[in-house]
């Protein structure tokens, strides 16, 4: 066991004038297991990166350990899976690394594959095996669970609860109460560490914030009685001060120095009070500097004619020699939230393909109601660029709206002045998210939305499906997610 200690440290990236980071001081120890949660665009990678020395900073980080990060960026994909293990930790003893894929149900076949033909989670697990097998070194895990379906991420958390010294960034609610035994929170303002999985941390935070919030109004009227008082005690002197010009009676003069000490007596000790008062007014707002917005999001969806949208009649897809999924039967009715369930190359996406009417070979019979509007959120955010408003005027939605959305999903004013293409991955999938609330449709499908989406953005997505309930097909391996929206599985 040792100590990873953090103190005074502030950052910012070259060229912004906000700090991510200001005289943030905290311990960790190398043993535990940390689960490192917070809202998009809060830091969680940069402080990653800020462990590794990517960036200069100014207080101190000291470690008995080096760190390494998950996902190990290999130079040439194309090689052998075995060589790209052999570029994280050249010194490793092969028995160990067979051992550790047995862990994570992974056959050793896989070693002598190129890189790049294995699937997301053969990657991931192999990954995983080979950097966990370096001494002395904590893991820097970033969200490792995006792409993997339910079972992998199942295998995988399961595999991490074994191991120790880590920190593990995952939106996966599931995912991080089955491995984790601390959370490391970023805030609005600050960094915290408590003991505990993510649903301990989680009915704390709410404890905490059901508490601030029932101060609220009391809050309010002391505030507001403070400033009221700061402002007459301002007013004090300023009077007296006036009275020089006046008389004191019938006609006769004022003694104007006698008046100006006393003003000035007045004006000093009001200023002592104003700065008490100012003081207890602002600690008193930081009482409330933690509670999360979250406001509740709005869907307007057209009323579809029929009471069925669409329809699968066992249906079987194939790209060339290989069938992806055979004999497919579901229909998709008005108000029904279904979810599309299956392992990651079981035809899910092309399911969905053939809902938005692409040309995909396929046998049986698919039926999809005459003059069916579809909003569609689709994996991949790597076409986003240029600003808001130009994406907003490119994509026919109201500005004013979207970027409404947007305000409530926890984007700053900052936010809208960047270019899309530097928005973190979670950002990205808001930006797609706050497009498809804007758009008037029959039918929404979301193909895996919450990828990379901060826990407090994916518990108002499931509020406002819950309350609205629009017609909605999606794919999400959110274990969480899927178990509270869901009215239908379909399971491939």
């Not at 003893?93 to 790049?116: C, G, H, I, M, Q």
């Not at 490792?144 to 120790?164: C, E, F, I, W």
């Not at 914030?209 to 009391?218: F, I, S």
Request: glycine share 6%; aromatic share 10%; charged share 30%.
């Amino acid at each position: 066991m040792s100590l990873i200690q953090v103190t005074n440290l502030t950052f910012a990236y070259d060229g912004s004038y906000d700090n991510i980071f200001e005289g943030v001081s905290f311990q960790l120890d190398t043993d535990w297991k940390l689960g490192f949660t917070g809202r998009n665009g809060r830091g969680k990678t940069t402080f990653l990166n800020l462990l590794l020395g990517k960036y200069e900073y100014s207080g101190t980080i000291s470690a008995k350990v080096s760190f390494d990060y998950f996902p190990f960026h290999a130079r040439n994909r194309e090689k052998m899976a075995i060589d790209i293990v052999d570029e994280i930790y050249p010194e490793y003893e092969y028995w160990k690394l067979a051992r550790e894929l047995n862990l994570l149900d992974v056959t050793e076949d896989v070693l002598y594959r190129p890189f790049s033909s294995l699937s997301n989670g053969e990657q991931t697990k192999v990954l995983l095996a080979a950097l966990f097998l370096k001494e002395n070194s904590f893991l820097l895990i970033d969200e490792p669970t995006n792409h993997l379906d339910m079972g992998a991420r199942q295998l995988v958390s399961d595999y991490l609860k074994s191991k120790r010294g880590f920190i593990l960034i995952s939106h996966d609610r599931a995912f991080l109460d089955n491995c984790v035994d601390h959370i490391l929170s970023i805030n609005r303002t600050n960094i915290e560490i408590q003991k505990g999985n993510f649903s301990d941390w989680w009915e704390n935070k709410q404890r905490q914030d059901n508490y601030e919030l029932a101060e609220n109004d009391k809050l309010k009227k002391d505030i507001k009685r403070l400033s009221g008082a700061s402002k007459r005690t301002g007013n004090w002197s300023d009077e007296v001060e006036k009275s020089k010009n006046g008389t004191r009676n019938s006609g006769s003069k004022l003694d104007k120095g006698y008046v100006g000490h006393k003003a000035a007596k007045m004006m000093k000790r009001s200023k002592s009070m104003e700065q008490r008062q100012q003081s207890a007014i602002e600690d008193k707002s930081k009482l409330l500097k933690n509670i999360e917005s979250s406001e509740s999001l709005k869907i307007a969806q057209l009323n579809y004619h029929k009471e069925q949208l669409a329809e699968f009649d066992h249906v079987s897809i194939q790209y060339g020699d290989r069938t992806v999924c055979e004999d497919i039967s579901f229909t998709i009715g008005k108000g029904e939230r279904i979810a599309l369930s299956g392992k990651n190359g079981s035809g899910k996406s092309s399911l969905i393909k053939l809902l938005l009417g692409e040309r995909i070979s396929h046998t049986g019979t698919f039926r999809v109601g005459s003059g069916l509007k579809i909003s569609y959120v689709s994996q991949d955010t790597s076409h986003l660029e240029g600003n808001l408003t130009d994406y907003a005027r490119d994509n026919g939605i109201d500005e004013s709206l979207f970027k409404a959305i947007l305000r409530k999903l926890d984007f700053s004013r900052l936010q809208f002045e960047k270019d899309i293409s530097a928005y973190s991955g979670g950002q990205k999938k808001k930006v797609l998210i706050a497009k498809s609330l804007c758009e008037e449709a029959h039918l929404h499908i979301w193909d895996e939305p919450l990828n990379f989406i901060d826990v407090i953005s994916r518990m108002q997505i499931e509020e406002l499906l819950l309350e609205y309930e629009p017609t909605i097909l999606f794919v999400e391996h959110d274990r969480e997610f899927v178990s509270h929206i869901a009215t239908k599985i379909v399971e491939l």
